[in-house]
């Protein structure tokens, strides 16, 4: 396959699983946006054009003119250098353009862009193929987000309508956890190679860590009960001061998407409500109550330089990706067949299922430097505020994802796919 063939296929089978990801879709759900966190579907599908015309067509295509005079304005996220956008809390107000106005530009998008990657030298231009490439993961990250936007624009229907069609229940062998040593030391963090990843992955650096232990599983749900059952969202000696405030002024009780329904405890999921699955990770819990949980189990986060180096040296297993089809965690599988309640000794779901919260603040890493222009917004900028996430999640593409991938969101927030794994430090008479 020739360096043309390889990228025309790989942009379009990223374009193409997009809007894939849309034909469960009714004209009317392309359009709302529920709450601040979200937004609409049609904004995703035209954004991520934009992306592609204003990075590349524009800049690399002589005499190429903008489909549209205002859409650089209508599907701008947060590029301040690029130019004006609107509020992102309006973008739900946008009945125009159509979707099938959007849809239209995307054709157009794509054949441009197909043109240019068939005439450009990407193998002799690395800046451009590193742009090609960026907005090729740029899109995938919206993929997983398109699907959190979804999930939450259905919760708060009132007919909780459904998504996709649920998954039959596969059989399971239920894994029992085990803290998992792992040797510290001088350790080196970060991405090191020439395959592709994001700028705030960049540049490796050495960290010293001292020996911990890791859990060889997420919390689960089962697990999270029992902190809710002995009082965990009402005892606030487990929380941080703006955690606690944060439960208090939300109202929280549970996990977002949880719902107890005539005694029982169901769960909201793209299927539609399930019951509760006892096995299957916890999700949907913010940064402030994974280390609520934490402290009332005797444990702590890991430091997200403890989960890279766990998970770039012990080979762990991985779990369900977007790819699988099930939209929603499932319990753990071992990699080779156990008999029941069977420690694997291995570190399990590292990749897959749930975002993992670490105790880590997004910040830069030494000698961490932005992209030049435009593109130097796309990470660097919102480095405050926010906790680092690693692993991926049910609804990540699994091509999208490495050991180093640096996630973040506010501590506060819970509509993405979100859980966590506990970390202790080594003690002598555990030794």
Known sequence: MSEHEHWVERYQAVRGLTESLCLPLEPEDFVIQV?????????????????FETFLLIPEIAGYRPYHPLYSHLFNSYYEQVGSHIVRTDRGHLSRPTLKEIYAYRRHVD???????????????????SILELGLHHEQQHQELLLMDIKMNFY?????????????????????????????GLVSIGHDS?????????????????????????????????????????RS?????????????????APLYWDKIEGEWWVFTLSG?????PDEPVCHVSFYEADAFSRWAGARLPTEEEWEHAFRTEWPSFGHFLESGTFHPRPASPSQPVAPSQSTGELLQGFGDVWEWTSSPYAPYPGYKPAHGALGEYNGKFMSNQMVLRGGCCV?????????????????????FTGFRLARDIKEDRV
Not at 160 to 184: D, E
Not at 246 to 252: A, F, I, N, R, Y
Not at 396 to 416: G, L, M, S, V
């Open 273 to 277: 409500y399930q019951k509760l699955n």
């Open 194 to 234: 020439e395959s592709f990843a994001f700028d705030n992955e960049t540049p490796r650096h050495h960290a010293w860590l001292n020996d911990y232990e890791l859990a060889s599983l997420p919390v689960t749900n089962e697990e999270f009960l029992e902190f809710m059952e002995a009082g965990g969202y009402e």
């Open 35 to 51: 709450c601040e966190d979200v937004s609409p579907p049609k904004w995703h599908l035209a954004h991520t054009s934009w992306f």
């Open 156 to 184: 708060l229907n009132p007919l909780k309508p459904s998504y996709s069609t649920p998954n039959s229940p596969q059989p399971q062998v239920r894994i029992s956890p085990h803290w998992k040593r792992i040797q510290g």
């Open 111 to 129: 054949m441009h862009m197909v043109q240019w990657i068939q005439s450009e030298n990407l193998e002799a231009k690395a800046h451009l193929r």
């Open 237 to 253: 000696e487990y929380w941080l001061s703006d955690g606690w405030e944060t439960v208090q002024k939300q109202g929280w009780n």
């Open 396 to 416: 990540t593409p699994k091509d999208h994802i490495r050991a180093t991938y640096r996630n973040f969101y506010r501590p506060e927030k819970r509509w993405p």
